[in-house]
């Protein structure tokens, strides 16, 4: 007889539970516009966090800043990416004083933009104070998940997480849009440095009707499928990413997460 798929979810976490983590500490979660990086980042993030690890994920997200979207009645409205890179020098209380807390998840420190923020607000930053800033966090926390630009040529912040993340999670819609949007974007990646064949290809926010086997095999995906999914996205639009996912229909969604996290996380 068949075991249950809820036995057979359990024997995989409890599979989980005895694995060793790897020594990635420094993960870059990528895409297409529309492919759910936001999101994937903070379910990530709150998984390590179950596990009693400090995570900060940067989100990098100047054209349409990230933070008001997932904490809309912030009131920490002084603390901004940008005010991390025009001080005249990056140090662990520069980085603390920028950190946004989620109330109720201690283990979790958000960086990012703020409401109106925009490229022009301060001044222009360079490589060398990115690096800075990623070699302090390393210091400061267990886990740096990087939330990066579709833009790639308009973001040093994400162009250097690609370089120097352990793992960049790769995420794209199942539809001609993530498509195009590889087709000209990973040229950008072809030097030797970024490791582009080693990323791990995700197809998300993927619906019924489309070819998402299709897609898998065009941009040779490992065959994880992060589904879109009704709660998932009402969580995002009532910025309340930060709960838990109990719907049954979304249960697909947390296996998927289940599958990244051993690729990433486990030995």
């Keep these: 007889m068949k075991e249950s798929k809820k036995k057979v979810r359990k024997k995989q976490k409890n599979k989980i539970n005895k694995l060793e983590l790897k020594d990635n500490h420094l993960i870059a979660i990528w895409g297409s516009p529309g492919s759910g990086k936001t999101t994937l980042s903070v379910k990530i993030a709150k998984e390590l966090a179950e596990k009693k690890k400090n995570v900060i994920i940067l989100h990098d997200d100047v054209f349409c800043p990230t933070i008001p979207i997932l904490l809309p009645n912030i009131k920490d409205i002084d603390k ?52 800075d800033l ?75 009707f489309q070819g998402i086997e ?26 309340r990413l930060f709960e838990s996912i109990r719907d049954k229909n979304s249960i697909q969604y947390k296996n998927e997460i289940e599958k990244i996290m051993e690729v990433v996380f486990y030995e």
């Excluded at 005010?83 to 420190?109: G, H, M, W």
């Excluded at 994880?224 to 009402?234: D, K, V």
């Design 80 to 131: 901004s990416l940008g005010r991390i890179f025009a001080n005249p020098t990056i140090d662990q209380e520069t980085i603390l004083d920028n950190s946004i807390t989620v109330k109720n998840y201690d283990y979790i420190a958000l960086i990012g933009h703020q409401k109106g923020e925009n490229p022009f607000t301060y001044p222009e930053y360079t490589k060398e104070r990115v690096i």
């Design 134 to 208: 990623l070699i302090l966090l390393r210091h400061l926390v267990d886990y740096i998940i990087v939330d990066c630009s579709s833009i790639l040529t308009e973001s040093i912040l994400t162009i250097t997480a690609l370089e120097l993340a352990d793992k960049v999670i790769r995420l794209s819609t199942a539809d001609f849009k993530g498509l195009s949007y590889f087709k000209s974007t990973l040229p950008l990646l072809m030097d030797q440095k970024f490791k582009s064949e080693e990323h791990l290809r995700v197809i998300s926010n993927t619906k019924d």
């Design 214 to 239: 299709v897609v898998n095999d065009v941009l040779r995906g490992s065959s994880i499928f992060l589904p879109n999914t009704l709660e998932i996205e009402e969580q995002y639009v009532e910025a």
